[in-house]
Each structure stands twice: as C-alpha cells, then as structure tokens.
C-alpha cells in the first residue's frame, strides 16, 4: 500500500493470521493519532474460521483506534485469514505511527500485550509540501566508556515530493538532572520521497558516569507539513568507569627459608562503576617467578577460575584479596623485592595504580641464626564468667643463638601479661598465666601471644605470634531444691534430706557444692563425689525448723532454698492404763508423806518424855 495518500481520502487496512495455529482467543487494538486519521468503521466476515464456536466478544471503532477482541473455542484459523477489517479518514496534512498491539489470547485471559510496529507510519501531503519524519535511531554501543565517543545513526526521511532544505538533525542527552545538547548536523538538501542515513559522535569526557537517553529531533526553515513526527527518543547509553588498582602486596614473613614456601597476599581494589575480571601476577625482583594462586575466588562474570585468571566484581571500590604462594626452591640466598601487576582491562584511563612494589624486600636464608617462636594452650572456645583459667606458655628458640625476648599476651587491645626472659637455644622458656574473669564483662575475645627478639634478629617472624577467639558467656547461677521423708516426722526419726533436683542451666556445669542447714545448730555439707547431694538427719526435740540448701557451681555461682520441717513428739504407747499409773503415783506419795509425819511425832514425844526425868544422883562410896 501506498504510504502516502491525500486529504479526505479512506484508508482501508487489514489484519490477516498466518495459518495452521490452533487458537484459544485474540485481543488486537490498532492506534493513529486522530488529527491525521479517524476511524470510521471495522468489520468482520462471516465465517472467520473453520470452527463454529467463534465468539465475537468486543468489537469497538474510535477516534484514535479500533479493537476486535474473541474467543474461539477449538478449530484452526485458516492460511491469511482475515481477522480484522477497518477505515480510517485522513483528515488532515501530517504523518502517524500505526501501532498495533496483539495477544495471542482472549483479553479476559489475562495475558501480556505485545506491540509491535509494522510500519513507521502513513502520511498525508498536499501537493507540493515536504514533511520531515525520524527513523529508527540507533547506538552502536549501550556502554560506553567515560572519555570515548558515542556514536549513533539514524534515518531522516521527506515524506513529501519537493526537496527540503538546510534540514537539521540535533543530538541530546539527559538524564535524572539535566538535558544536553550533544552534538548536530546539516543536510543541505534532501530530496523528496528520499531517506538520508545520519551519523552523529557524542564526546563523553566531563560528564557523570550513570545512564543516558538520547533525543534526536530534526527541523527545517522550508517549511514542514507535520511536526508531531520530528523527535526521537528511544537509545539509552551508560557512561562506565573502568579502573582497577591493587593496592597491597603483603609476605606472610619477611624471611624465609630456601626451600619453604611463602604465603603472598595481594589486594586489588575496583575503582570503576562496573564488574571486571582481570589477570593479577606476581614478581620477585622484577622477573616472573614461579608463583602459583593457592586461593581463587570466581564471580561475575561467571567463567571458570584458572592459575591465571582471578575474577574481580564491583563497583564501589570492592577490595578482593588473592593469596599465593612462592616456592622458593630454585631461589639463592639474598633479598628479594616483590611486585603485584593486575593486568589493564579495556577502557581503563588510569594505569598507573595497577603496578604495586612492596616498599622492604624479603630475605630468603639457607638457615636461621635467630628464630623465636611461641606455644600455648588457649582455653575452650565456650568460657564462663566466675572461673580461673590457666595457660601454659612457651618460648622457643629455633636459631641457633640464644636470644632475649618479651613476651605479651592480650586480650583484645589490652595487655594481661608482658614478660622477660632469655630463650636458650633448642629449648623452651615456659611459664604460666591465670586469666581472673570474675570481673569481665560476658562477650567475644581475642586472645594473642606474642614474643619479641629484644635484639631485634629474628628473621622468622612467622611463628612469633598465636591467637585464639574465646567466647565468655555469662556464668547463670544453678537452682536449689530439695524433698526430704517423711514429710511429718517425729522426735528420733531418721529424716533422709534428698538435693538431687537441683541443677546448672549452664551447659557442661554441674553442681560442685551442696551445703546443708538443719535450723537446729547442726549442718553437713559435702560435692557430689562424696553424695553431699543426699544426707540424714535427726530431730532431738519436737518443734518447727527451717532446713536449707546452699548449692555451689564449678564457677562461684549458688542460689539457696529452705523448706519448713514440724518435728512433732513422740506420741504415748497405745495399750497402757495411764489413769491408774497417775493414781499409783499418787498414793505412793501419799504413803511417803503419812511414814514422814509419824516418825517426826515418834521423834516429839521421846524428846518430850526426857525432858520430865529428874536428873540422876550419884552416892559417895
């Protein structure tokens, strides 16, 4: 069809299928900008398809679009049918996109819409007069490197019969902020019913890295029939940074043995805005040595890890370590500088960061004259609060002189032990620390030892230091409790007091101490390897008492308990007579006082009977 028609004129328009698709249902609506075109009718035939269970369930004619929207249950639509059939009258001079957008399915199916443009669009023209239409922009590249050169084509179009001229074509970028002018051109002359490629450059350097969309319009001082058609945006290109720097070259120990191999670290920063991968290598004095990655972290892009190849991911200056490790087999004895390169990636302006040279050098021995070393044994990793810890510590000489040193130990940043001694060639200075954490406050520790060459000889460093992390957890106290049988007891009864229901809710404590009360000045205690857990006691005397029980855990901890024990007296035996035992007693002491009494009367009247006798004579012979 003929793109370009007159004014007043009707446009009719089809929508045909390819054959042979079994269908469940379709949704098409088509769109023009009403100034130029207006719909006037759509239509369907009879018989659309080879089924008769095709329903029509919206069928629709506006001023800017039509829409026919069906259901088919079951059969096939024929070769090229024809779906849709719709007017349109051109109403006025100018141009519009025809887009139609399709599902493959019934609207009420809830499927995607898809739209598509078949055409650039349909243009009407009075005699005589040029119109100016954009086409199909495009950028060479989506990313672009910050510093190089965009370049973008595109098509400009004179839809009308007579030339135009000193015709237009501006460039524009924007993004969130800001709108730029990139970049533009001229056409002296275009032709009519002509298409005229178009190139334009945009230089990057001095704008923000992030995402661009670029705008195109185009424009003419002869005179165009319809301007709705002059402007472009449908590119976007993101300006990118491209920069990786390493930052760090770090031997595990300045010096070594020849023959050991030796831990290197290197770290390499990504600078840029995107993800990179990137080759890091290894020098020793300037000439590639036998270093190979021990350690190889692969992200994006996802590509397998080789000896060679180490995958940085970015942006945001993401640090990635990369260890390897140098076997100094082939080596001689002497100093050796090393040097990490990470190779340029394309696009990267600034190389200069991407060598790094390790400031001192690292000494490779045959043996060691000096070599001091630590040994320790750092607690369980699970500690509590409360309790003494004791660690056994050593120095040892590995040289082959005796060597002064100091010894520290710490606790995080702070300092629990610093010591003196001197480390006697192939033996060991030991000592011993006990770490109080009654006072500490219950958290994460790190624990590290470390000895010091007073002369400052040692040229094995590797073994000088030691650490360990140590949780202290919170010491909680155990809980007391405690039955004793029977319940009621008696004056003399065994009573058994039982404490085995006490526990520790700490994990791995027990209960070290049970420390026993009775309330009547006697007491017993004992630890679980002597069953202080259960005791006997026995009651003298009727009367309430308070029994407790102090428990001990392994760290200071204790809680106690005390029970109430009525101790009641001993009742009287069952069977006796007590009434007449009462009397018996009774009359006894009756009897007793009545013998008393005549004896004291007997005693009277004898004393009384003396007193009347006259008193004796005696004659001389």
Known sequence: MDPTITTGSILQMKVNASGGTLLNGFDITIRWDQTVLNGTSVTTKGGLFDSPMFFLTLNETRADHV???????GGFVPANATIISFKVKVLSQGSTPITIDTAATALLSGSTRVPFFPLQGFFSNSPGTGDLLLLSEKALEEQVTLGDRAQLTLGVQNTGIPPMTNVMVT??????????MINSTVLP?????????????????????????????????????????????????????????????????????????????????????????????MYANDTVSTFAPISAECYNPPVPCSPSLTILVGPGAVQSQFNFQWNTSALTVGNYTLRGVVSVIPGERNVTNNVFTTPGYVTVFASFDHDLGVEWNPPNTGLYTGANYTFALAVT?????????????????????????????????TTTFVWKTLQITPANYLLKLNVTDNSGLDQYARNNTETSGVTVNANHSPFANFTFTPSTPKTGDPIFFNATLSRDPDTNQRIKYYIWDFGDGTGGSGNTTNNGKTITHTYIAAGSYTASLTVWDDYGGRNSLSKTVAVSPIPPTPGRDNS???????????????A???????FRRRKKMNMHQPPKTTSAS
Not at 580 to 594: D, E, H, N, T, W
């Open 596 to 602: 008393g009494a005549a004896v004291f009367l007997m």
């Open 397 to 429: 000489n590995n040289g082959r002189f005796n060597d002064s040193f100091t010894l520290t130990l710490f606790s995080n940043s702070t300092e629990m032990l610093r010591t003196t001694g001197t480390a006697i060639l192939k033996t060991k200075f």
């Open 580 to 594: 007449f035992i009462l009397y018996l007693g009774i009359a006894a002491g009756v009897a007793a006082i009545g």
């Open 67 to 73: 829409r026919l929207s069906g259901v088919l249950l």
């Open 171 to 180: 460039l524009f970028a924007y993004n969130a902020t800001n709108n730029f």
């Open 189 to 281: 002359v275009l032709a009519g019913n002509t298409i005229q490629p178009v190139s334009l450059t945009w230089n990057t350097t001095g704008f923000r890295p992030g995402p661009y969309v670029m705008n195109t319009t185009v424009s003419t001082a002869s005179g165009d029939a319809y301007l709705g058609d002059n402007t472009m945006a449908l590119e976007q290109i993101t300006l990118v940074i491209h920069e990786l720097a390493i930052v760090s070259v770090s031997p595990a120990s300045p010096s070594t043995l020849i023959g050991s191999p030796l831990k290197i670290t290197a770290s390499v920063k990504n600078l840029g805005t995107v993800s990179e991968y990137a080759t890091v290598t």
